[in-house]
């Protein structure tokens, strides 16, 4: 079946690591996204790819980066400079228009010690 | 002002209730989602409209473009239906598109 794999679900990390979130489609789609939820709040965007080799920074990217090498894979990296980065991630993907269906993964819960 | 404002915020209904969320948003648009997510985290999408009125099962999502207005409705609420629904609207940025969320409505149904 066609979709997308998030990997870890849960993740600690010390205050001053980087770490990296995987994100993985099958539905043969060009764009995918990264998305923050906290509580209380809306999915605010973290980075976008609409194609490979290609990314743009959404509202909120400061302390974070991405690459998109291929067209299944855009992994998400928390880096140190994020300030708080203990949150919800979500990934989701979609044809390039955002008036198609979107296909989210199951998230990614980071939490910093 | 948030874009997109949902209401209500919370719901507590007993099983077998027709639930309305209601969705208003501030921008001309191409089309609406309708986003489920499970106590898990998850999120599946529920529908996507741009205009009328679309139906899956018990759930019926609405949509006024004129009054900027959509309402997603469940019909016989059972528990299985407690979840948060989202909606969700792409609004243009910088020649591309990116989507702006609700809130949230959380949504207990208790047996």
């Known amino acids: 079946d066609g979709g997308i794999t998030q990997s870890p679900k849960y993740l600690f990390r010390k205050e001053g690591q980087n770490v990296t979130l995987s994100c993985e489609q099958n539905l043969n789609h060009d764009a995918m996204y990264w998305y923050r939820q906290d509580p209380g709040q809306g999915l605010r965007l973290i980075y976008y790819s609409q194609i490979v080799n290609d990314f743009q920074k959404g509202d909120i990217a400061e302390g974070y980066s991405v690459s998109r090498e291929k067209k299944e894979s855009f992994p998400l990296t928390v880096t140190s400079a994020q300030k708080n980065p203990t949150a919800f991630y979500l990934c989701?993907?979609?044809?390039?228009?955002?008036?198609?269906?979107?296909?989210f993964g199951e998230g990614s819960r980071l939490t910093v010690l | 002002k948030n874009e997109v404002e949902q209401s209500p915020q919370n719901l507590t209904a007993q099983e077998g209730e027709f639930i309305t969320i209601n969705c208003s948003y501030s921008?001309?648009?191409?089309?609406l989602h309708w986003l489920q997510q499970h106590p898990g985290g998850g999120i599946v999408s529920l529908f996507m409209l741009s205009s009328g009125k679309k139906k899956h099962g018990r759930l019926i999502a609405t949509i006024n473009i004129q009054e900027k207005h959509s309402s997603l409705h469940i019909t016989a609420s059972h528990p299985r239906d407690s979840a948060v629904y989202i909606c969700?609207?792409?609004?243009?940025?910088?020649?591309?598109?990116?989507?702006?969320f609700g809130k949230g409505t959380k949504l207990t149904v208790n047996p």
């Open positions: 969700a609207v792409p609004i243009p940025q910088g020649g591309s598109e990116k989507l702006v």
């Open positions: 989701a993907s979609s044809i390039v228009k955002l008036t198609g269906e979107l296909f």
């Open positions: 921008v001309g648009i191409s089309a």
